[in-house]
């Protein structure tokens, strides 16, 4: 369809915390070689992507990832603090043993209710909407011209928290995007709502006697767009090269974010 917007969140590769089960936070910690192999990996996999912008958390670790990904596309590369992770408090740079040692039972709630905040730190709401008032800046800008793919890097939590707010999901239905793997993506899809079509009152009726919805034809639908989810925990080595296609994977270290 003429003008659908593609944003693709990728995770950066492995860090030394991913391995050995840290929680990072907005520690900025650097990717290990594991993780910068990964970024290599998918990089010649993903090559011939039509990517029109590449935008990253500004911590090294999605950076260097970024900057990996944005070279073998020939795109430039921005930053932005607003896809920073979570903001993890005093639970940064603990183990999640010595997390559920020194608060024991926070770290179980905190994964099942985004409203709650590690001490000192920032719920997943929050950083859902710092993730997504950048998104909505990006779609008021000539990023994605007329139609295309940005490519945002940054991290598990805020990938998750920002999926959910884009497909407008209760509060209730957030934590069902975890586990994301290093190096792997949540692909959305964004189209003109459906309105009425001319001359329509009432949404169609379910055995189709009245006229269809049609999509908007305003030109600034873009304000409010339909966010579809084309695919989450997506990797390198389970997809096609043309950017439309998509795959699932297992999770990798999604744990430690």
Excluded: C
Excluded at 85 to 93: P, V
């Amino acid at each position: 369809m003429k003008g659908e917007r593609r944003l693709v969140l990728v995770r950066h590769g492995q860090t030394e915390y991913n391995a050995t089960g840290r929680m990072q936070g907005q520690l900025d910690t650097e990717l290990s070689e594991r993780g910068r192999q990964q970024v290599r990996q998918a990089s010649e996999v993903l090559k011939d992507w039509d990517v029109s912008a590449v935008i990253s958390s500004d911590l090294v670790r999605a950076r260097e990832t970024a900057e990996i990904l944005a070279s073998g596309w020939g795109t430039p590369l921005t930053t932005d603090p607003r896809l920073r992770e979570t903001d993890l408090g005093r639970w940064q740079g603990a183990s999640h043993a010595e997390i559920d040692r020194d608060y024991p039972g926070q770290r179980a709630y905190w994964r099942h209710d985004p409203q709650w905040a590690p001490p000192g730190g920032e719920s997943r709401v929050q950083v859902a909407e710092r993730a997504f008032s950048l998104v909505n800046d990006v779609m008021h800008s000539e990023a994605f011209g007329d139609g295309g793919l940005v490519v945002m890097v940054a991290h598990g939590g805020t990938i998750g928290a920002l999926t959910a707010r884009l497909l407008g999901l209760p509060l209730s239905h957030v934590q069902i995007f975890s586990g994301l793997g290093n190096v792997h993506w949540s692909q959305l899809l964004a189209r003109p709502q459906l309105t009425s079509a001319p001359g329509q009152t009432s949404p169609p009726a379910i055995d189709g006697s009245t006229v269809p919805l049609v999509p908007s034809a305003d030109p600034e639908w873009f304000s409010s767009p339909a966010w579809h989810l084309e695919g989450w925990n997506i990797s390198a080595s389970m997809t096609e090269l043309a950017h439309g296609s998509v795959g699932t994977s297992n999770p990798d270290e999604g744990e430690s974010q």
